[in-house]
């Protein structure tokens, strides 16, 4: 018989399903939950899909063999914008369009072999998840950690919705192409900055994330140490006889020739109020996005108020307040001191409208007039580690580091009473409203006897209205003729439902917590979180490193507040990994325009097209959909079988790191599996093979180490190893049964449709997925023998084997008996035979 995993596959996981092997049971054993980021339900799964769950899987079985009763769920995040744009493009319902994608990517999952435990499966849409996300909610909003504000949003004034900095692409929405707007709405807001710094410092203690996670969560967080002030003014409108600022330069405030504040600053908003020109000014700045790297791309324009303000140390000393399109009136307090000298945006600016530039420090030696030169045509922006020269400095050395210096001006404007040092975050509280449909509804109604009232539990679920259409933009809730009209539940009088629904980070927040109990009649239970959780390993893309995992960490402690998590659980994830792409090649041809058009990898042999065009070949590159360079996993499984794409996308590179799927590569893939297939074939009597038994005992120990580390592509090269040791054995019986049956047990994890083969053929007892994991004998990983390669002429040509305390002369006359070197000498006796103990034996012919 042939490898036909066409045939052995599918009766494998039939076996699996009917023994429920995968069932994850609360019960007595150490646990072990692995967790993979759950996927949006586009369509179809990708190889990206592949590598992500067969990693996850790898670590499910090999914990389970170790004796773990494992929690490994699969869920869907299905909330969206995806499924509304397909309803707007396509016809036909977000829900709907949204669970035919679950079914077919489930149908499409399962062959792959994965040991999830189906029972477990939700998708975020489904009614009993949004009653348990709205009844946390409800929570929050009673424990403070919910409140509601005026904020300044972008706003897509085509699509009528707000976007998330995310969504915001070159200053256009990322969907429609319409300029966004800033407008102020009344949001929804999580308390996440309350959280600021135990989620920076509690980094430090997750030692099982990657490096380079902890460092982008830390910059996003960004704490900062620096000075908060006041500027009086001198001629503003009444009720701004002060504008206060905060800064982490402050040992820039001799240089400062500006003041600046937001287009959404209250005194911003009195100017433009009797000010037509300035009113302009301000709804033209409102058009730029709220992101940074907006921001820094635009032009930097201003509005010359007139207002002026006294500098806190020198009264006579007076700044234009300016208007900026540059300054976000939620960062900081709206407002800010120009230190053009040493700011590249604030040089732009006061270049642009003849403004003072004065440097406050400049190059190791300078002196004032020679710093000042230094700035007048570019700023001067040294790091804050550097030792620069202070010409307008706080402290009696003038050469210290920036570091230094901004404690020395914090000291001098706390002594001289006129600022207070302060650290502050860059992390913000959490806007949750989206004005879209296809989102949990937030479960508060307006009322206008008792203004916001939050809904009761007893009448959660609140649902969406699923008579609803999508050829007007904006939400369509807010234009549905009854589902908005309710009752107060505070004073049963005529109220209106609150129309936003919540942002999707919110249902991927808290979806590890319910996999624990996922069929509970409250969020979590209290029994099951406090077994299974935290989760003891979670892998997904990096590219969720920062906001996800985010949330997440703020939701677990609210979580732990409201009395749905264990005090444990306040950092939900032990360990994080984040794997690497799957990348192709793209090809291409070009129309009659010079325009690039497509091909799929199928479409494409020898570099040409069916009809012989040649195209182009672009090097590796992330799978897209749009560039066509993706590979369909369904057909891989079909032709030859889903051990072949888990082997892969295991074996070619580190995991952490990209992996190019190729042809070439899965066809040798698929050929090693079947020469692994045929080594139970026949295996032949004869003497024990002491050699082979320590070879297996060294792969248990060198795989499990692998494993351990999540460096798979070392265990399958142990793999091979292995079964090249036992192809090349030449004994017998008992001690090459038993090889066969641990290769089945380290490869199953793996591949473990192939290891269920050889563990039967191998005589092995049931099922290989019940068996447990092997141990290494200690006294077998020592070995007596040294393995010396034998370099003939330079090359290596051939290896031996032989005890450790072997004298030179018997090493040397075991060489000359040795077939191949025998070939090369062809009955001379060689020139030069140099024994280098324990390393090597060169020989010259």
């Not at 732009?348 to 230094?374: C, N, P, V």
Request: charged share 25%; proline share 6%; aromatic share 10%.
């Amino acid at each position: 018989m042939s490898y036909d995993p066409a045939k052995s596959e599918t009766r494998w996981q039939a076996a699996w399903e009917a023994s429920e092997a995968f069932l994850a049971t609360r019960d007595d054993r150490p646990k072990y939950y692995v967790l993979e980021m759950f996927p949006y339900p586009s369509g179809r799964i990708h190889m990206g899909h592949v590598r992500n769950y067969t990693m996850g899987d790898v670590v499910a079985r090999y914990k389970r063999a170790q004796g773990f009763s494992v929690l490994h769920p699969m869920g869907w995040d299905a909330f969206g914008m995806p499924a509304e744009n397909a309803a707007m493009e396509q016809g036909g319902h977000p829900r709907t369009w949204t669970y035919n994608n679950i079914a077919t990517m489930r149908e499409q999952l399962k062959p792959l072999g994965l040991s999830i435990d189906w029972s477990r499966e939700f998708a975020t849409c489904d009614d009993d998840y949004v009653g348990q996300q709205q009844s946390m909610f409800l929570d929050f909003l009673d424990a403070g950690l919910i409140y509601r504000k005026n904020a300044v949003v972008n706003w897509d004034p085509v699509d009528m919705t707000v976007l998330a900095n995310e969504q915001v692409e070159n200053g256009r929405g990322w969907r429609s192409g319409a300029l966004v707007e800033r407008r102020e709405l009344t949001q929804w807001f999580f308390r996440i900055s309350d959280y600021s710094d135990e989620l920076l410092t509690a980094l430090d203690d997750l030692n099982g994330w990657p490096e380079k996670v902890r460092l982008m969560q830390q910059n996003w967080i960004g704490r900062s140490r620096g000075l908060q002030f006041s500027f009086e003014t001198a001629n503003a409108p009444e009720g701004f006889d002060k504008i206060e600022v905060y800064t982490t330069r402050p040992d820039t405030l001799r240089g400062a020739s500006f003041v600046a504040i937001s287009a959404d600053h209250p005194l911003a908003k009195a100017i433009e109020a009797g000010n037509p020109e300035a009113a302009a000014f301000a709804a033209e700045a409102r058009q730029i996005g709220t992101t940074e790297e907006e921001l820094e791309k635009a032009p930097k324009v201003g509005f010359d108020t007139g207002i002026r303000v006294r500098h806190p140390l020198d009264p006579t000393w007076e700044l234009p307040v300016w208007i900026a399109n540059f300054v976000l009136m939620d960062y900081g307090t709206g407002a800010i001191f120009g230190s053009p000298a040493h700011d590249e945006r604030d040089h732009e600016f006061a270049t642009k409208y003849g403004l003072e530039i004065r440097a406050t420090f400049g190059e190791k030696g300078m002196d004032q007039a020679q710093a000042d030169a230094l700035v007048a045509s570019a700023p001067y922006v040294p790091t804050k580690t550097e030792v620069v020269t202070y010409v307008r400095g706080f402290a009696g050395e003038t050469d210290q580091t920036g570091e230094a210096a901004v404690a020395a001006a914090i000291d001098f404007a706390e002594t001289a009473g006129f600022g207070q040092g302060v650290t502050k975050y860059r992390l913000r509280d959490w806007g949750i409203s989206r004005q879209r449909y296809w989102g949990c509804p937030i479960p508060v109604v307006h009322c206008d006897a008792c203004g916001t009232v939050p809904e009761k539990k007893e009448n959660l679920p609140i649902l969406l209205p699923q008579d609803v259409t999508f050829d007007v933009p904006g939400n369509p809730l807010d234009r549905h003729p009854t589902w908005r009209n309710t009752t107060c539940p505070n004073c049963g009088k005529p109220a209106r439902r609150e129309t936003d629904t919540m942002d999707t980070f919110v249902d991927s927040s808290w979806y590890y917590a319910r996999f624990t109990a996922p069929h509970a009649a409250t969020p979590t239970v209290r029994e099951d979180a406090d077994y299974w959780m935290n989760v003891d390993q979670y892998i997904g893309g990096i590219e969720h490193a920062i906001l996800h995992l985010l949330y997440s960490r703020f939701f677990a402690r609210a979580m732990v507040k409201t009395n749905h998590l264990p005090e444990k659980s306040r950092e939900p994830f032990n360990a994080l990994f984040t794997q690497g792409m799957v990348t192709h090649e793209i090809y291409l041809t070009r129309d009659e325009r010079g325009r690039a058009v497509y091909h799929l990898p199928e479409d494409v042999t020898d570099g040409k097209l069916a009809d012989g065009t040649v195209v182009e070949i672009i090097p590796s590159a992330k799978m897209s959909k749009s560039k066509k360079n993706v590979v369909d996993p369904v057909n891989i499984v079909e032709n030859f079988g889903a051990d072949t794409a888990r082997w892969f996308m295991l074996s070619d590179s580190p995991p952490e790191r990209d992996v190019e799927w190729t042809a070439s590569g899965a066809e040798a893939s698929n050929r090693f599996l079947s020469r692994v297939w045929r080594l139970a074939d026949a295996i032949p009597e004869g003497d024990e093979d002491l050699d082979l038994t320590r070879a297996t005992h060294r792969a248990i120990d060198e795989i499990t180490r692998s494993i351990d580390s999540f460096a798979f592509n070392k265990a399958v090269a142990k793999v091979y190893e292995l079964a090249n040791a036992i192809g090349k054995s030449t004994g017998g019986g008992d001690s090459r049964r038993a090889a066969l049956r641990i290769l089945a047990q380290l490869m199953a994890p793996m591949v473990p449709h192939l290891a269920e083969d050889l563990w039967a053929k191998a005589g092995g007892a049931g099922m290989v997925v019940d068996a447990a994991w092997p141990k290494a004998d200690p006294a077998l990983l020592v070995d007596d023998n040294l393995v010396l390669p034998i370099q003939i002429n330079g090359k290596r040509r051939a290896e031996i084997s032989v005890p450790k305390d072997m004298s030179k002369e018997e090493i040397e006359a075991l060489v000359l008996q040795d077939e191949t070197v025998q070939r090369f000498l062809e009955g001379s006796a060689p020139k030069k035979l140099i024994v280098v103990p324990g390393r090597i034996v060169n020989v010259v012919v």
